[in-house]
């Protein structure tokens, strides 16, 4: 299983069955419908799942159930017109959990993500980018290259986050505002699934005296640990790490702290 973000007013609905042939031979009423995104299928079957995907186009104003199953079943297949507008009319981010399987179409296999439940990602009006902005302002002596973007957290809700990301080859720092907190996350590439974090994450609450000389500080002190970890060979470094952190596709990074009797090739003053 994994999970998608997803642009509603970015989805197509390619087809839509109300009515769809049962095991039986006989028609149900379990929809089935098909939509694509950025190059994506995704195939939705019940009605369970079809009600999680309206229930995410508007959270704040849920459709009412009645109604529209009345309406669903009763137009048919013309619904798929509908559900096109509802998705072209809504501002939601969705979470699309989902799990990748083949069709046969002819002679050609390919990809459809068939869809298990989707939830809004709820983004907290409260939390800004004034902070991240004034962190790119003090930080613009850093020859690095970097992207103001949104990553997803999950606590309680699912909400998307403000993050400035600094990235240069392999090497990657992430500063995320929670709205209460400033984080501070750096990673080095290996390579596959593989990364290596040499510090721990370095949060720092708000308002706090001279918040921003302490970030400058902490993300300093990253890019120097990331620039001495890139003057070791990759292939070397994997070696060194122990075969059950190796390929974590749940992104829980390696802390070389953790694991430095096994790094038998990091001098004592990177670590």
């Not at 031979?25 to 379990?30: F, Y």
């Not at 990657?172 to 400033?182: A, P």
């Not at 720092?204 to 001279?210: H, R, T």
Request: charged share 25%; glycine share 6%; aromatic share 10%.
């Amino acid at each position: 299983m994994e999970t998608i973000a997803v642009n509603a007013i970015d989805v197509k609905v390619i087809d839509f069955l109300a009515w769809p042939m049962g095991d039986k031979g006989k028609r149900v009423a379990q929809p089935q419908i098909v939509l694509s995104n950025r190059g994506n299928i995704y195939e939705i079957n019940g009605r369970k799942v079809m009600w999680a995907l309206l229930d995410a186009l508007f959270p704040q104003k849920p459709l009412s159930r009645q109604n529209f199953n009345d309406y669903i079943f009763y137009s048919g297949s013309y619904f798929g017109t509908e559900l096109q507008t509802l998705c072209e009319t809504s501002n939601s981010l969705l979470n699309v959990y989902c799990k990748k399987e083949q069709r046969l179409v002819g002679d050609s296999l390919f990809d459809v993500y068939v869809v298990a439940n989707v939830m809004p990602i709820f983004t907290p009006t409260d939390i800004g980018g004034e902070n991240l902005s004034h962190i790119r302002s003090i930080l613009c002596d850093v020859e690095w290259d970097f992207k103001e973007e949104h990553i997803s957290y999950k606590d309680g809700v699912t909400k998307l986050l403000p993050c400035v990301t600094f990235h240069k080859d392999d090497m990657q720092i992430k500063v995320i505002d929670d709205g209460k907190q400033l984080h501070i996350a750096c990673r080095y590439h290996l390579g596959y699934e593989d990364y290596i974090r040499p510090k721990r994450i370095q949060s720092f609450k708000y308002p706090q005296k001279n918040l921003f000389t302490k970030v400058r500080h902490a993300v300093l002190s990253c890019i120097k640990k990331l620039e001495r970890i890139s003057g070791f060979d990759s292939k070397v470094l994997r070696k060194a790490l122990p075969d059950d952190t190796k390929g974590d596709t749940n992104d829980k990074w390696i802390d070389l702290q953790e694991y430095r009797k096994y790094c038998l090739l990091m001098s004592r003053d990177l670590l």
